[in-house]
Every structure is written in C-alpha cells, then in structure tokens.
C-alpha cells in the first residue's frame, strides 16, 4: 500500500479508512489490532506535519518527545509529563528503547546525527546516509521495550533533503502523527544545517494497524508501536 499527499492530514484520512477497510485483524505484544503490512507514506510538504484534527495534547507531546530524543535522554522523568504511557515500558526509571541514546551515543560513543551531517557535507549524494536505531540485540536478549523504528535515511539530491524512515511496527493513531512530527523535524534540523531545501518525507512501515478500544482507552497516553 502506498499514500501520497501533501500534508500529514492527506495521507491519515486516506489510511485510516483503507485500514479499516482492507486490515486484518492480529493480536500483537499489546493487544489485538487491526493491521495492513508494507504500507509506505509520502509526504511532499514535510513542514505540513501537524495534524487539524488532532487535539491539542499532541503537539504538545510530540515536542516532548522530540525534545527527549535530541537531548540524548532514556529517563522516564523527562517524557513522562508529555507522554505517561512510557511508565509501563521503564525499567527502573529508564526506557530501554529512547531513540536519544541511540541518536547521539550509539555503541556508547557514535554521534550518529554529527557522522551524518559531516558525510552530506562531504559527499552530498551520498546513499550512506543512515542512522541506525534498531539493534540485533534488541531482540537477541529479552527487553520490555524495544524501538519501532529501525532506521532513517536522508537523501540529498538536487539541492533538497529527502529523508526515509523504516519502523518495523506502527500504531496509525497515537503513535504515528508523533513519529511524523518528529522524523520531519529533525529531517527540516539537517537540512538547515546543510543549507539546502527540504525534500519529501517518506514513511515506510512493515506492520501498520489499530489497535482496539480494549488495547487502549483513551487516557492511557501515546505509543509509536
């Protein structure tokens, strides 16, 4: 399945009701979904990132969240007044999943967002652009939570920045205008740092769904899996 639209509202309206009308229905690790596999999204005006019908609590969480990532954090006290459904993943007041880490200190030492910015400066059509954030080890040894998405990929061709994500798992509702808000901002980060445009964000997903009311109620926060 592949959306095309200008703005996160294009392409949600238009998922929403191919996931209602042509997803199966799975029972993953948080309950029962319904789920359509291999579904890619394009967006060709990143900027227009925030949707209208959210309510206003999104915004304000998918800051939060950006935030935490680029401050390189797995604390559970910094997200927690934006996002509380990451209490139930913590162990012992830390997410063993936080993008920030993985971010800035991958493998303990590794600025992957630094590595990037220095290979488009040097070699600007570069397809070695990735940063990684999902590990081997990530399922090798047992874990409480484990990050959705595997990796970003940014693509500088005729001075604009294109960037792709990967996530292995998505939950269409909460969690994917959080990871949109986010990935397109830090998508906008290097391409001002580049001095270039800004591209088309482009989302693939290997496992799309909805998860049931059950699953989720209303108040219990946001997920991106």
Not at 27 to 40: A, F, S, Y
Not at 59 to 73: C, K, N, R, T, V
Not at 117 to 123: E, K, N, Q, S
Request: hydrophobic residues 35%.
């Amino acid at each position: 399945m592949e959306i095309v639209g200008d703005s996160l509202d294009d392409v949600l309206i238009e998922l929403y009701e191919r996931l209602l009308k042509e997803g199966s229905t799975n029972r993953g690790t948080r309950g029962g979904t319904l789920e359509c596999l291999g579904v890619t999204l394009r967006i060709r005006q990143p900027r227009s990132r925030l949707s209208r019908s959210e309510d206003r609590g999104k915004p304000f969480s998918a800051i939060g969240e950006l935030l935490w990532y680029l401050s390189g954090s797995d604390q559970l006290d910094f997200i927690k007044p934006y996002i509380r459904r990451y209490e139930d993943d913590a162990v012992d007041g830390v997410l063993q999943g936080a993008y920030g880490p993985r971010l800035l200190r991958k493998n303990g030492s590794v600025n992957q967002i630094e590595n990037v910015a220095d290979l488009l400066t040097r070699r600007p059509g570069s397809r070695r652009a990735v940063i990684q954030l999902f590990d081997a080890e990530d399922i090798a040894v047992e874990k409480k939570e484990i990050p959705c998405t595997t990796t970003m990929q940014l693509h500088l061709r005729e001075d604009r920045l294109h960037m792709s994500a990967t996530m292995r798992s998505n939950d269409a509702y909460w969690g994917l205008p959080h990871d949109i808000f986010c990935f397109t901002m830090i998508q906008e980060m290097f391409a001002c740092r580049l001095g270039v445009r800004l591209g088309t964000f482009i989302h693939h997903v290997g496992s799309m769904h909805i998860y049931d009311e059950k699953a989720y109620p209303s108040e219990a926060g946001f997920s991106t899996c």
